[in-house]
């Protein structure tokens, strides 16, 4: 198996960029109403990953910036995704007390070596360069979330590092692969 580095660059300046992995971002999880008031609960992700395209975002930024601007390039959420350790996703443990998946991946089968090639189009398999102080990671695409681009913005400090231009566009293409399959009955 041939495992390729993600290349990654510590990210200067206060514009968020595609592929940018954040650490310590609160999702909403569930807002309920009930007689003592308005609850909301959260979920705490240590890392999680910018999906947004790279143009929309440097747009964003743009227009945001220009006094007399129409507005219509600004983004009000952003799409992140989960990064997960792979020791903990493989052995099926990476959702915590969240849930449970029970399901588990053997680097050394089928199921295992697939992620670990990005070979399955459901996961993105992550190996850091050495020298770098992140372990192997995996995206899930099948569980991405919207944050206000105001709340990662004002996180912007949380930024870990971004991935280098060819590894944004690689995941890029495979998250738009994914969410655009055709949904098939068993």
């Known amino acids: ?6 290349k990654i660059k510590k990210t200067e300046g206060n514009r968020i ?6 650490h310590d971002i609160d999702i909403v999880e569930c807002i309920t109403e009930g007689a003592d008031g308005v609850s909301v609960s959260y979920i705490r992700f240590p890392l999680m990953i910018c999906l947004n395209q790279d143009c929309d975002l440097n747009s964003d930024e743009r227009d945001k910036l220009k006094e007399n601007s129409n507005k219509d390039c600004r983004l009000l959420h952003l799409i ?3 990064l997960f350790n792979f020791d903990v996703f493989k052995d099926g443990q ?3 007390d969240i849930f449970q998946t029970g399901q588990k991946y053997n680097p050394n089968r089928t199921d295992g070596k697939k992620i670990m090639n990005n070979e399955d189009p459901r996961f ?7 020298g770098f102080e992140l372990p192997d ?6 569980h ?4 206000s681009t105001e709340y990662l913005y004002r996180n912007i400090n949380n930024r870990v590092c971004s991935l280098s231009e060819l590894y944004r566009e690689k995941i890029s293409q495979r998250f738009a692969y994914f ?8």
């Open 17 to 22: 960029n595609q592929c940018d992995i954040f």
């Open 179 to 186: 969410i655009s399959r055709i949904g098939l009955p068993e």
């Open 94 to 96: 990476h959702w915590g």
């Open 80 to 82: 992140v995704a989960p």
């Open 144 to 147: 991405f979330y919207t944050v």
């Open 124 to 130: 993105h398999f992550l190996h850091f360069e050495d």
């Open 137 to 142: 990671m995996v995206i899930d695409f099948k």
């Open 1 to 6: 198996m041939t495992q390729i580095s993600a």
